[in-house]
């Protein structure tokens, strides 16, 4: 099946970190036969404007076309302020590359376009879908119900889109019953976790940890960006704080913009992950670690309560608790293997996305019969 993948979030030659979600759902379509193309519409900015946020990082510079693992990108500029002060001014901007893309495209023409996240680039999703004659699929990480839905001047435009979707697919059930707060069809809204992408070489079982007791080194993980302030990363010190005055001799590392092997062998090394966010969609940093072999600590944010073991999760953002957290997880000796839920796996993850795919060309045809 040919797919356009429309996503706000990808790599880019600048940053190989940057929507590394999206890209792994691309290589997943394209091992089970696929054929993709992606589009990432980018802000134009000057280069300083990058530090604004982390994910904004290598897109003042990018090209406009490249490829990443072997599939094309075309990357449309569009014009956008910053906190959207003016949504119809950027939602014109989006809906003009329409044609660009089109023409980029040339003789290839998608059966389907799954848009990775709403605001601003399911404009431009739906834009193409009408031209070509297609169905397409929105995807909802956590920004867009999180933050979209309650935004003063977005929470128009976001309900909108989700609601223009012939297929609504969201990551976990929370962001589910969200879709339904806001009167998605049941028909049309499906949930697909992100599968975890850790490849063969980086998995192992988690390893008990020993040593000498609030007395030794312990090397903690915090598996995000400090800069990005819904990270909370000053929980994380607190909590490594109130460790250290116990005894332990704390190191913390932070991820930035690596490749994703890089990210799995500093999980590999490490001897505990910590997440303090204050929102989340899954996150999919608690899964890889501990596919990986390292034990997880983590706020009660996202689906880690689903499949973390009792006492890796804490229900308040309090330093003390997850400092507690920590100290049980690593006295718990992890006898017995730990395997992440099957619907993480990405057989089950591409066999819902072929289901839901193979429906959305049936029911596009059918209309087309008409």
């Not at 094309?72 to 956008?80: E, G, K, N």
């Given at each position: 099946m040919k797919i356009l993948v429309v996503s706000l979030l990808y790599p880019l030659p600048g940053n190989v970190a940057r929507g590394?979600?999206?890209a792994d759902h691309?290589?997943?379509?394209?091992?089970?036969?696929?054929?993709?193309?992606?589009?990432?519409?980018?802000?134009?900015?000057?280069r300083y404007q990058e530090a604004r946020?982390?994910?904004?990082?290598?897109?003042?510079?990018?090209?406009?076309?490249?490829?990443?693992?072997?599939?094309?990108?075309?990357?449309?500029?569009?014009?956008?302020?910053?906190?959207?002060?003016?949504?119809?001014?950027?939602?014109?901007?989006?809906?003009?590359?329409?044609k660009k893309v089109e023409s980029w495209l040339g003789d290839w023409k998608p059966e389907v376009i799954i848009c990775h996240t709403l605001w601003p680039v399911a404009i431009l999703a739906e834009t193409l879908a009408k031209r070509l004659k297609v169905p397409w699929a929105g995807v909802v990480h956590g920004y867009d119900f999180d933050v979209g839905i309650n935004h003063p001047t977005l929470a128009k435009t976001t309900k909108h889109s989700a609601h223009q979707a012939n297929r609504l697919v969201v990551v976990s059930q929370r962001l589910f019953d969200i879709?339904?707060?806001?009167?998605?069809?049941?028909?049309?809204?499906?949930?697909?976790?992100?599968?975890?992408?850790?490849?063969?070489?980086?998995l192992q079982p988690i390893k008990p940890w020993k040593g000498r007791w609030r007395k030794d080194r312990i090397d903690i993980l915090f598996p995000s960006d400090p800069r990005r302030p819904e990270k909370n990363h000053l929980l994380a010190l607190q909590a490594?704080?109130?460790?250290?005055q116990r005894g332990w001799i704390v190191g913390m590392t932070t991820l930035k913009i690596q490749p994703r092997s890089i990210v799995w062998d500093r999980m590999l090394v490490a001897d505990l992950t910590l997440i303090t966010s204050k929102r989340e969609s899954g996150p999919?940093?608690?899964?890889?670690?501990?596919?990986?072999?390292?034990?997880?600590?983590?706020?009660?944010?996202?689906?880690?309560a689903t499949y973390l073991p009792e006492g890796c999760v804490v229900d308040s953002y309090d330093a003390t608790l997850l400092a507690d957290a920590c100290e049980k997880t690593l006295k718990h000796q992890w006898v017995e293997n730990f395997t992440l839920p099957q619907h993480f796996s990405e057989e089950a993850f591409v066999q819902q996305w072929n289901q839901?795919?193979?429906?959305?060309?049936?029911?596009?045809?059918t209309t087309a019969r008409l």
């Open positions: 590394t979600f999206v691309v290589q997943a379509l394209i091992k089970d036969g696929h054929e993709v193309r992606v589009v990432n519409p980018l802000p134009r900015m000057m946020r982390s994910t904004l990082t290598g897109t003042a510079r990018a090209p406009r076309e490249f490829d990443h693992g072997g599939v094309a990108v075309f990357t449309p500029r569009f014009t956008a302020l910053p906190e959207h002060p003016w949504p119809n001014f950027t939602a014109q901007s989006v809906r003009r590359k329409a879709a339904r707060g806001i009167d998605i069809a049941t028909e049309k809204l499906t949930m697909i976790p992100c599968h975890c992408a850790v490849e063969d070489e980086w490594g704080e109130i460790l250290e999919l940093v608690a899964r890889e670690s501990m596919a990986c072999g390292t034990p997880v600590v983590s706020v009660n944010v996202g689906d880690v839901l795919l193979a429906e959305l060309v049936e029911e596009n045809q």
